[in-house]
């Protein structure tokens, strides 16, 4: 039994599934190569269930367009792509692609995926890196892609000074008061992080040559060398691994610091938004329910002050 539906029709089926398909590349607007080797396998779905994809077209990337909303279309592609490297999705290496040929550079596209690192570890690294090698090969120039939003960055009126992570000094390994004073002033209290800072001195006791190691690349090293994204995007990197994780308390300690940091909440919430493409609605709810809970359930638009965030 096939069901029926009231609306009018004005196209015939075959027009409604060109249309789509038309859409479907038009609005994703990535190489043709692209499409061909990965994405044109929605337009199975199209072909055999053109209703649903006329509301599944406007979700994902038919809703994300290169025109920016709140987070400019660079970093959404930078932030799926180090999710779906943590994934080792073949949507990687394309993502990544359309993210530098809107313009971002390799470097900013190596220390994205070193942020997300921390939490998705070395694999990360290695399938971002590969897919990175594959663009270099190719030939691909950061910028290629003509529009009007290429090179084009949505700027955070970040406040400097609300999060000052500690210094991590060499040589290593820190010495016990040191290493126990960093991971209590990182993951600080008034972030809501005393019990991860609880386990990690109980960890850096038993080990502290390695912990005092794990504090430099987690947050000290980006003190020590150029650094290619502002502190707020490498936030926005590490949100959709936690979440998958099910790490809710880092989802929250980082939702946290991004805050404070000057981020707005519409752009917390594009970049949780836009892991839905990815990996369907659990880090949508997990993420969108913390949010909540961080901004005490109000609808706040642009940034949180700051007395609002801090736990006394």
């Known amino acids: 039994m096939v069901a029926t539906t009231a609306a009018v029709r004005t196209e015939t089926r075959q027009q409604q599934i060109d249309r789509l398909i038309e859409r479907h590349i038009r609005d994703r607007n ?43 279309h660079i970093t959404r592609n ?13 949507g990687c290496f394309h993502q990544g692609r ?35 090698l594959r663009m270099q090969k190719e030939g691909l120039v950061p910028g290629c892609q003509e529009g009007p939003w290429n090179g084009h960055w949505v700027q955070f009126d970040y406040r400097p000074g609300v999060v000052v992570d500690p210094m991590v000094e060499l040589p290593m390994p820190l010495s016990a008061e040191q290493l126990e004073d960093n991971i209590r002033r990182y993951y600080s ?11 990690l001195i109980y960890a850096s006791r038993i080990d502290p040559e390695f912990w005092s190691r794990y504090c430099r690349l987690a947050w000290g090293v980006y003190q020590a060398k150029p650094c290619f994204l502002d502190p707020i995007r490498r936030e926005l990197m590490i949100l959709g691994i936690y979440a998958f994780q099910g790490r809710t308390e880092l989802v929250e300690f980082h939702i946290r ?21 990815g990996s369907g609605n659990r880090i949508l709810f997990d993420c969108t329910r913390i949010l909540r809970k961080v901004t005490g359930g109000a609808v706040l638009k642009g940034q949180v002050p700051v007395e609002k965030l801090k736990i006394a």
Do not use: C
């Open 30 to 72: 990535m190489d043709p190569r692209s499409i061909e080797e990965t994405y044109k396998f929605t337009h199975v779905g199209i072909e055999l269930d053109p209703d649903f994809f006329e509301a599944r077209l406007d979700m994902g990337w038919g809703f994300f367009k290169d025109q920016p909303r709140y987070l400019d």
């Open 78 to 90: 930078m932030i799926i792509f180090t999710y779906l490297a943590y994934r080792r999705s073949t």
């Open 98 to 132: 359309k993210g530098v040929m809107m313009g971002a550079t390799y470097e900013q596209m190596v220390e994205a995926l070193e942020a997300a690192h921390t939490a998705g570890g070395g694999l990360t690294l290695h399938h971002g890196f590969e897919a990175i």
């Open 189 to 199: 209290a008034e972030l809501g992080a005393s019990q991860i800072a609880d386990d």
């Open 257 to 277: 610091r991004a805050l404070l940091m000057g981020a707005p909440v519409e752009a917390l919430m594009e970049a949780i938004e836009v892991t839905f493409v």
